[in-house]
T-cell receptor, first 112, second 115 residues
Framework: KQEVTQIPAALSVPEGENLVLNCSFT??????LQWFRQDPGKGLTSLLL?????REQTSGRLNASLDKSSGRSTLYIAASQPGDSATYLC???????????FGQGTELSVKP | DTEVTQTPKHLVMGMTNKKSLKCEQH?????MYWYKQKAKKPPELMFV???????INESVPSRFSPECPNSSLLNLHLHALQPEDSALYLC??????????????FGPGTRLTVL
């Protein structure tokens, strides 16, 4: 069964810390992996998409890596800010035209 | 224009009502999606349209009826819903279903309450 797991479920850090969010998937034959953030009651905002042939993507203070052989992706957030507080979701597509399989998310709280 | 819009923002309906949710994008995307999200859970895929044709139906009950009248517009028609159908309904779009063009962009959602 193709599953996506995110650990931890919740994380609280002081402002300014660098942090890493983890995502693991059971089947290494992925097509794409996408990271999203979701604020309470809102839609999802796409942060980064990594294709299966790529190892990482960067956008501003965010860096996402992909290691297919170990079935893992990490989202690195540098110099965290209170505005980064949200739920972060990792999602995997296993084949072209297939559906996004989501992890349960990590709820991040950055304290001033 | 890089956004997906959804109307209405909130909807309250009775179990005998018929209502519709609307989603629009003007990014030239040819794939559009409907998701359902319950509180504290990730989104669950309901339907995928590719080039205005239904590509995936995740065994959704027939009381939910999707429609894609053109490449910019996606509707979800609702009829005889149950209270357990109350959720946040999210629409998304992507350029198409291939490779990096599969990056999905989501709308803000419609909060549906069924009484």
């Amino acid at each position: 069964k193709q599953e996506v797991t995110q650990i931890p479920a919740a994380l609280s850090v002081p402002e300014g810390e660098n942090l890493v969010l983890n995502c693991s998937f059971t089947d290494s034959a992925i097509y794409n992996l996408q990271w999203f953030r979701q604020d309470p009651g809102k839609g999802l905002t796409s942060l980064l998409l990594i294709q299966s042939s790529q190892r990482e993507q960067t956008s501003g203070r965010l860096n996402a890596s992909l290691d297919k052989s170990s079935g893992r992706s990490t989202l690195y957030i540098a110099a965290s800010q209170p505005g980064d507080s949200a739920t972060y979701l990792c999602a995997v597509i296993y084949n072209q035209g297939g559906k996004l399989i989501f992890g349960q998310g990590t709820e991040l709280s950055v304290k001033p | 224009d890089t956004e997906v819009t959804q109307t209405p923002k909130h909807l309250v309906m009775g179990m005998t009502n018929k209502k519709s949710l609307k989603c629009e994008q003007h990014m030239g995307h040819r794939a559009m999606y409907w998701y359902k999200q319950k509180a504290k859970k990730p989104p669950e895929l309901m339907f995928v349209y590719s080039y205005e044709k239904l590509s995936i139906n995740e065994s959704v009950p027939s009381r939910f009826s999707p429609e894609c009248p053109n490449s910019s517009l996606l509707n979800l028609h609702l009829h005889a819903l149950q209270p357990e159908d109350s959720a946040l309904y999210l629409c998304a779009s992507s350029q198409n279903l291939a490779g990096a063009y599969n990056e999905q962009f989501f709308g803000p959602g419609t909060r549906l309450t069924v009484l």
